[in-house]
């Protein structure tokens, strides 16, 4: 199932063609995680995919380690007539995979580490810059992302 979905999400944010494409660094403050994110623009709609990595610090001495997030939805980009700037908005799914809980086991409702979940983002590409976030809304996660669009 794991390497299904890892499949899925390297066909889509890799398809071939002739259009832009932006390259982010992300930061999750949520669990201090960070990776990458890699957009790719056909005419107005486009497609994205993401990986994060990063480790929950709970309580103390409570940690969940390896928390990788997968992430890949179409994105679909605004035209600002007053300035050179577009306006991005996202749509798109992630999968989780939690490592080991060290120290002492802490109850938690079950839909947070369930692992599939839905996110939606905003952002603005402004002369080859591009930055942005995304939030999710069942795990109360924000991902921001920066980066690069050529």
Not at 86 to 115: A, C, M, Q, R
Request: proline share 4%.
């Amino acid at each position: 199932m794991k390497l299904f979905l890892l499949s899925i999400f390297l066909l889509c944010s890799l398809i071939v063609s002739g259009q832009n494409s932006t390259v982010c660094l992300l930061y999750s403050p949520t669990d201090k995680g960070i990776g990458f994110r890699y957009d790719k623009q056909i005419n107005n709609v486009g497609i994205y995919g993401s990986a994060c990595r990063g480790s929950y610090w709970v309580s103390d001495g409570v940690r969940i380690n390896n928390h990788v997030k997968l992430s890949t939805g179409f994105v679909k980009y605004v035209p600002n007539m007053i300035e050179k700037v577009i306006n991005v908005f996202s749509l798109g799914v992630s999968f989780h995979s939690y490592g080991t809980v060290k120290g002492e086991y802490i109850p938690t409702p079950d839909h947070l580490f369930f692992p599939v979940s839905v996110e939606a983002g905003v952002g603005f590409l402004i002369n080859h810059f591009n930055i942005g976030w995304c939030y999710d809304p069942l795990k109360k996660e924000v991902v921001v992302n920066s980066g690069y669009y050529f």
